[in-house]
């Protein structure tokens, strides 16, 4: 029986946990999760992060919501099993997870060290995957399924210079998500993926100069993507809306990879 459209986007009684979101995109993304009224998870990479996460809960709590944060290094499979043993005792249940954490230096091809490669798949990657099968783990003894959602990007579809380790950690990404989605059905686990376009985010136009305009010149719609783009598309996956559909991974670019002058 299909869920009333009034219940589908109320959340309340869920948990959900964001990797990666004690800034940036992460931040958004928990925040719009909280207007559902789900339990919020912040995890957070490292210890001058931590007052970052706080804050963050802070602000979620200001709107009804229970939230609590985590410290979290996804490059490890045994920090995903223990953050996840931490949600569970404190809110009993984990039903959500969008994998955001992640990294994006960029690194000229014939610069990329073996550390820089190996850390760049570590973070993007297997941090997702052991996350995934941590969180997995915990829907299938619940038995009520759940919902996985991974950040991707549009240049794990459409390659992009000093960015080849970058690129094939997220085309590695988009693969395992489709491949979980195949895997996990059976317990009523959904997998999905979100591939951003270019994000309006603090030090862009100083980091890498003139990505803006080229961007804005070119996307259909005719702007950079905002937090709320990206975490709008997590909680369709997230949600009865998307009951029938696992493995698929949108596109929310602004329509960039529709554009041939891209």
């Known amino acids: 029986m299909a869920v009333p459209i009034k219940d589908i986007l109320d959340f309340r009684g869920k948990t959900a946990i964001i990797t990666g979101s004690s800034a940036g995109i ?6 719009r999760f909280a207007e559902t009224g789900a339990n919020i998870v912040i995890t957070y990479f490292s210890d001058d992060l931590k007052e970052s996460a706080e804050a963050v809960v802070a602000e979620i ?15 490890h499979s045994e920090e995903s099993n223990r953050m996840v043993k931490e949600v569970v005792d404190k809110f009993g249940s984990v039903d959500i997870l969008v994998n955001n954490a992640g990294i994006y230096p ?48 549009i240049n794990g ?4 210079a000093d960015s080849t380790a970058y690129s094939a950690s997220k085309a590695g990404l988009a693969m395992a998500t489709r491949s979980m989605a195949v895997e996990l059905g059976q317990y009523g686990i959904r997998v999905n993926g979100v591939a951003p376009g270019l994000m309006d985010a603090p030090g862009l136009d100083e980091n890498v100069p003139g ?31 998307s009951s029938w559909i696992t493995g698929e991974i949108t596109m929310v670019d602004g329509g960039i990879m529709h554009a041939e002058a891209y």
């Open 26 to 31: 992460g931040v958004g993304i928990a925040k």
């Open 61 to 75: 709590e200001e709107m009804g919501t229970q939230a609590f944060a985590v410290k979290l290094d996804v490059r």
């Open 106 to 153: 960029h690194q000229k091809f014939f610069e990329c060290t073996e550390e820089e490669w190996d850390d760049m798949q570590a973070s993007n990657l297997k941090g997702a995957f052991f996350c995934s099968q941590a969180a997995a783990k915990q829907m299938v003894v619940q038995g009520n399924g759940g919902s996985i959602v991974n950040i991707i990007s």
């Open 157 to 160: 579809y459409r390659p992009l």
């Open 211 to 241: 990505w803006r305009q080229r961007f804005e010149s070119r996307a259909p719609v005719s702007r950079l993507g905002l937090p709320s783009d990206i975490a709008d598309a997590c909680i369709f996956y997230s949600s009865e809306l």
